[in-house]
């Protein structure tokens, strides 16, 4: 079945460093990929999505590619805030009708 | 209201009561969700209703009954619930990925924050 693989946490930062956290897929169709944004206390945020082989999603300075050639959407940002601190899910969703299917989840601290 | 409404916020309970959360979502979406959110585990996909119907029952044990009287609203009826049912309970809502160009794009809501005493 369909699977969505991201790097164990927590990941720790300075502020104004640059982050990368991995997100790997395994899908039997051509799924749209996504990003998903839980700050403390919230429900999850939509940060950024890419529906094709390609696409760049971008929002707030966080960017990712959807790779097809090495099944990854890894997200990026050139310079994080105290304010990205929060926790990042990697997701898709394959064809049809069917539910989102998430990893577990990466925990970001930034710290001043 | 915009986007996806939950109701309460918070709630204690203890395993003899029973109680509902309920969500409401105000984007005219078609699929509406229930998720766990544990500590220290993955999201677990509990129920999916799309148009009002039933289409996935995630092994849920029966101490939780899902309704969904129409596409913008869906409660979680909760019974004898257990210690470990403690966690933040999501609901999401999405479109008819048949309407949205064959994305499933979901919305969240902010969750219930439940204990189990």
């Known amino acids: 079945g369909d699977s969505v693989t991201q790097m164990e946490g927590p990941v720790t930062l300075s502020e104004e460093a640059f982050l990368t956290i991995n997100c790997t897929y395994t899908?039997?169709?051509?799924?749209?990929l996504f990003w998903y944004v839980q700050y403390p206390g919230e429900g999850l945020q939509l940060l950024l999505k890419?529906?094709?082989?390609?696409d760049k999603g971008s929002n707030k300075g966080f960017e990712a590619t959807y790779r097809k050639e090495t099944t990854s959407f890894h997200l990026e940002k050139g310079s994080v805030q105290v304010s990205d601190s929060a926790v990042y899910f990697c997701?898709?969703?394959?064809?049809?009708?069917?539910?989102?299917?998430f990893g577990k989840g990466t925990r970001l601290s930034v710290i001043a | 209201e915009t986007g996806v409404t939950q109701t309460p916020r918070h709630l204690v309970m203890g395993m003899t009561n029973k109680k509902s959360l309920k969500c409401e979502q105000h984007?005219?979406?078609?699929?509406m969700y229930w998720y766990k959110q544990s500590a220290k585990k993955p999201l677990e996909l509990m129920f999916v209703?799309?148009?009002?119907?039933?289409?996935e029952n995630n092994s849920v044990p029966s101490r939780f009954s899902p309704e969904c009287p129409n596409s913008s609203h869906l409660f979680l009826h909760l019974h004898t619930l257990q210690p470990e049912d403690s966690a933040l309970y999501l609901c999401?809502?999405?479109?008819?990925?048949?309407?949205?160009?064959?994305?499933?794009?979901?919305?969240f809501g902010p969750g219930t924050r439940l204990t189990v005493l």
């Open positions: 209703y799309n148009f009002k119907e039933q289409t």
């Open positions: 899908a039997t169709g051509y799924p749209s």
């Open positions: 890419a529906t094709k082989a390609d």
């Open positions: 984007l005219g979406h078609n699929a």
């Open positions: 997701a898709l969703s394959d064809s049809g009708n069917t539910p989102l299917v």
């Open positions: 999401a809502s999405s479109q008819d990925p048949a309407i949205s160009g064959g994305v499933n794009e979901q919305f």
